[in-house]
């Protein structure tokens, strides 16, 4: 744990302090801090993080990330390793992405800044200015998009999706292209539904109006080449693709990386030029940004391009074999669970858990039972066609405790069949019906959220059934404004 504290002259090392608490007091409070979270290693949580299941891998990240984390990576010519490792992840996703020689890239901090940057490249290199730009992107797409399109002034026009695939329609996105449109998003795959979109036929309609077209791989880029390699049928999603010019992929995902790590790829450099900054019209240093940061750690990087030699092109083949084992297991094992499914045909290594209709229990209170069982599985609110479900993702990590997941989750449906129905009293419907989620004030967002059962001072309650049922019957916007209220006071410095 004290690896790269080598160089002080204290006697803090030893036990004794500088002014504050010794280091080993330290380090045994934030280990007990850390107690308090998801586990990050042992496949038990199956979303936000990504475990290969290789204590080594876990391990080799955090020492090249010690070993890098105080260079900047604000400035290549003064630490060229950072330039020199960049480069070389860079090369290494293009590679695996159907780039050629022309392509280029950058490494950010994650998938939403990758996702943010394509956006911006986009409206910066449009062909014809306009004043109202517009990115078309299926409803599926990432919430980055929103909140690229949110931060730099640009209007999102969601596509609706095919009702029972899931996938995005060709024909509908091709018609809302406009003269604004700057940049066609689609993703591969989506994440809550784990389905490629069909990108080909949406690439060569947005080449056709001559605009760009991004795939966003966040998720899928480090492990869909690899299913092929495996004898999947992927089909077609990455630069190879006629008329995609950009794609990202996250290095913090299926490239068990640290997290802090992404790839940003363009097709030609000239596509990338309108993410770059400059700034000489200040009297400091002539500030150059390739992504929206400015000082940038090495350390997530170092740690990625750790991990990705360490494991090389054998490894992550493996880590795939055993993660698609995994899936395919878990799959066909939801499917065995009287009243539970598998939404769509998942492409990937995803999958969204639903009940049949008619199903007599809840699948939030499937999700708290699972949590009493040491699982972590998400719950995604219903929304257009797309109802209620549990998101998994499948790790390396899940390979072999397939039947341990499986044996509970099917415990943890009779659990909740016996719970019986979770129900939003009718006062309570009508109540958040009749709220107008833009003209709330503060008392009555108070109000709500103690119904929700959200109540701050108390901690949150073990069982989140309840607030989710609260949390489904509001509308969209209202989900928003209650959440983002609750999140400002989670985020109080002097809360009791
Ligand atoms: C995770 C993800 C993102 C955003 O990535 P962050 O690293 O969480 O910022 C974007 N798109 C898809 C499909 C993702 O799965």
Known sequence: MTHGMTHGKSDGMNGGTNGGKSIDDVLAELRALRETDLPTHGGRTLAYVYDSGLAEVGELGERAHALASSANGLDPTAFPSLLRMENDLVATAARLLGGDERTVGSVTSGGTESCMLAVLAAREGAKQRTSTPNIVLPSTAHAAFRKAAHLFGLRAVHVAVDEKTFRADPAAMAAAIDDDTVLVVASAPSYAHGVVDPIPDIAAEAARRGVRMHVDACIGGWVLPYLRRLGDEVPPFDLAVEGVTSISVDLHKYAYCPKGASVLLHA?????????????????????????????????????????????????????????????????????????????????????????????????????????????????????????????????????????????????????????????????????????????????????????????????????????????????????????????????????
């Open 268 to 496: 030609d450099a000239r596509l990338r030029g309108g993410h770059y900054f400059a700034s000489a019209d200040w009297p400091g240093y002539t500030m150059l940004n390739t992504t929206l940061q400015s000082t940038r750690s090495g350390g997530p990087l170092a740690a990625a391009w750790a991990v990705v030699r360490y494991l090389g092109d054998d490894g992550y083949l493996r880590l795939a074999r055993d993660t698609r084992t995994a899936t395919e297991r878990i799959r066909t094992g939801v499917d065995g669970v009287e009243g539970l499914r598998v939404l769509g045909s998942p492409d990937a290594t995803l999958l969204a858990v639903t009940s049949e209709d008619g199903a007599d229990f809840d699948l939030f209170t499937v999700a708290d039972e699972m949590a009493l069982r040491g699982w972590y599985v998400q719950p995604q609110f219903g929304h257009g066609s797309s109802p209620v479900n549990l998101h998994l993702t499948i790790t390396a990590a899940n390979h072999g405790d397939e039947d341990g997941f499986l044996t509970d989750l099917a415990d943890a449906v009779a659990a909740a069949r016996a719970a019986g129905p979770v129900v939003v009293a009718e006062e309570m419907r009508t109540l958040i019906g009749a709220i107008d989620a833009d003209t709330l004030t503060a008392e009555q967002f108070e109000g709500l959220l103690q119904a929700a059962g959200l109540d701050v001072a108390g901690g949150l309650p073990d069982r989140m059934a309840q607030v989710n049922a609260l949390l489904q019957a509001a509308p969209a916007r209202l989900r928003e404004r209650v959440l983002l209220e609750f999140l400002g006071l989670l985020y109080r410095p002097h809360r009791g």
